[in-house]
C-alpha cells in the first residue's frame, strides 16, 4: 500500500512539473566580431491557463545593445512562442549575455540561462599588441621620371599653340567685325528721363502714394549708385548716409539727400500719406538733387 502510494504521487508530480511554464535561450552563433549581430532564440512553453506577458523592448541587456525584438508562434507546437532578440556588442573578449526575464500570466516569472560569446576585434592580431609595424618601402616607378619629360613638353607645346591660335583669331575676328560701342547714357540724364515718366504717370491722380514714393525713392537710389559708385539698392537710409559722408565733401548735399529719404521712408514704412502739394514738394527736391540745385 506504501509503495502504491509513492508511486500515485509520483505520477501526480511529473503531471504537475509538465504542465509549468519552461523558456529555452539558443543563440545563432557562438563566435562573432565585435559590432556583429547575433540572434538570441527564446523558447517560451506556455501551460493550460498561462499567456506571455507582451516583452518590452530594453536599450540594453547587460553589455548588449538590443537592436531589435519580435515574436512569433511557433509552427510546430501551438504552446511554444518565439521572443527573438536582435543583439550586438562593442566589448571584445567573452562577453556574457546574461539572464532574460520573461513574464507569464498569471504571476509566473522566469529567467534564460546565461550564454557566452566570444567575440573578436576587427583589428589584425597577428602581430604583438603594442607593435610598432615598419614603413612599407617607397613604391618605385616602373619607369624613370625622365621617360614622361618629352611627353610632358608636347602637351605643353600644342596647348600654347591652341591658345596662341585662339587669341589670334579672336583679334582678327574683332577687326572684320568690330562691335560698336553703346554710349552709357550719364546717370543725371537717365535719372531726369525717369522722373519725367514718372511725373506724366497717372499714379497720384489715381491715389497711389504709396507706389508713387517707392519708385521716386529708387530713382534717386539708382542715381547715386551711378554717381557716387556704392551699392545703394539694399542699403537703408543711415547706410546711404555713412557712405555719403566717405565720398561727398558738400554737407549741404548730404542733408539735402538724407531729407528727401527719411521723407520717402515716411510713406513707404510709416504709412503716412502727404497730399498732392507735399508729394510735390518731394518730387522737386528729388529734380533738385539731380541738377544740383539748392531749394
Partial sequence: MKYILCGVLLLLASFAFAGQPDVQFSV????????????????????????????????????WTVQDLA????????????????????????????????????????????????????????????????????????????AYVPWIVLALA??????????????????????PEVPRVPPEQLALERLAQLKASPLLSEGNIHEFYIILSDII?????????????????????????????????????KSFFDACDLVKFAKYRPDASGAGRDFEQAENIVTGKAL
Fill in 28 to 63: 545563432d552563433r557562438s563566435t562573432i566580431t565585435i559590432g556583429d549581430p547575433v540572434r538570441g532564440d527564446i523558447a517560451v512553453t506556455l501551460s493550460s491557463g498561462t499567456t506571455l506577458a507582451p516583452p518590452e523592448k530594453p536599450a540594453e541587456i547587460g553589455p
Fill in 158 to 179: 600644342i596647348l600654347g599653340g591652341a591658345f596662341w591660335w585662339y587669341r589670334r583669331y579672336q583679334k582678327r575676328l574683332a577687326a572684320k567685325f568690330p562691335q
Fill in 221 to 257: 537710389r539708382d542715381y547715386l549708385a551711378g554717381v557716387y559708385a556704392i551699392e545703394t539698392r539694399d542699403m537703408t537710409t543711415g547706410e546711404i548716409y555713412a557712405q555719403l559722408r566717405l565720398k561727398e565733401t558738400d554737407k549741404k548735399i548730404r542733408l539735402n539727400i
Fill in 71 to 146: 515574436t512569433a508562434p511557433d509552427s510546430r507546437d501551438p504552446l511554444v512562442t518565439h521572443i527573438i532578440y536582435t543583439l550586438t556588442t562593442y566589448t571584445t573578449g567573452q562577453v556574457v549575455i546574461p539572464p532574460i526575464a520573461v513574464v507569464v500570466d498569471p504571476a509566473h516569472a522566469l529567467k534564460t540561462q546565461p550564454i557566452t560569446i566570444t567575440v573578436a576585434s576587427v583589428l589584425d592580431t597577428s602581430a604583438p599588441a603594442g607593435d610598432i609595424r615598419d614603413i612599407k618601402p617607397p613604391l618605385t616607378m616602373r619607369l624613370p621620371l625622365s
